[in-house]
């Protein structure tokens, strides 16, 4: 399981290191934007947006994810406006967390709040690493972030290792 991991690891970090260093900032973003409809695909899978919905968040993803490549230059001084509302997605995904009854399949709301939450949450964290990708020195900041994403997941999984009793 760790060898998977380390092999895993090391094909992630030459991507990254692909992607920060060697391309130009619309080849980050048009593959970091393909990598997140990939998240977007399973963030539907765990609301249980079924078949349909899963189709109608990829559209509207791609969509919204596509104007806002083609309107860069008009909504890159707005990373604090688009910060504010990533923060205020991941705070609605938390409070809905109260409306989840284990052993009960999730209602129209639920389904609804993750389509849209998922939806902003996605497209802001997409604007957010393009965004710090852009800026002059910006390469160095993305991967000072994905250093710091990378230690906390290595220390969860260590930690759980050693100190978890259940998966």
């Known amino acids: 399981m760790l060898r998977t991991r380390i092999n895993t690891a090391f094909f992630i970090a030459a991507g990254a290191f692909t992607l920060l260093f060697l391309v130009p900032v619309w080849v980050f973003q048009v593959s970091l934007a393909i990598l997140l409809m990939v998240g977007s695909w399973e963030f539907a899978r765990l609301a249980s947006l079924g078949r349909v919905g899963k189709g109608i968040m990829l559209l509207a993803q791609a969509a919204v994810l596509g104007l806002m490549l083609r309107y860069w ?76 994403i990378w230690s906390a997941d290595i220390g969860a999984y260590f930690s759980g290792r050693r100190w978890g009793r259940h998966k």
């Open 73 to 148: 230059q008009g909504i890159a001084g707005h990373a604090l406006s688009f910060l504010v509302a990533a923060t205020l997605c991941w705070c609605v995904m938390f409070l809905r967390m109260v409306t989840f009854r284990p052993g009960l399949p999730p209602g129209l709301h639920y389904r609804l709040l993750s389509f849209f939450c998922a939806l902003g949450s996605i497209t802001f964290a997409w604007y957010s690493l393009c965004w710090l990708r852009d800026q002059p020195g910006g390469e160095y900041l993305a991967l000072l972030l994905l250093v710091i």
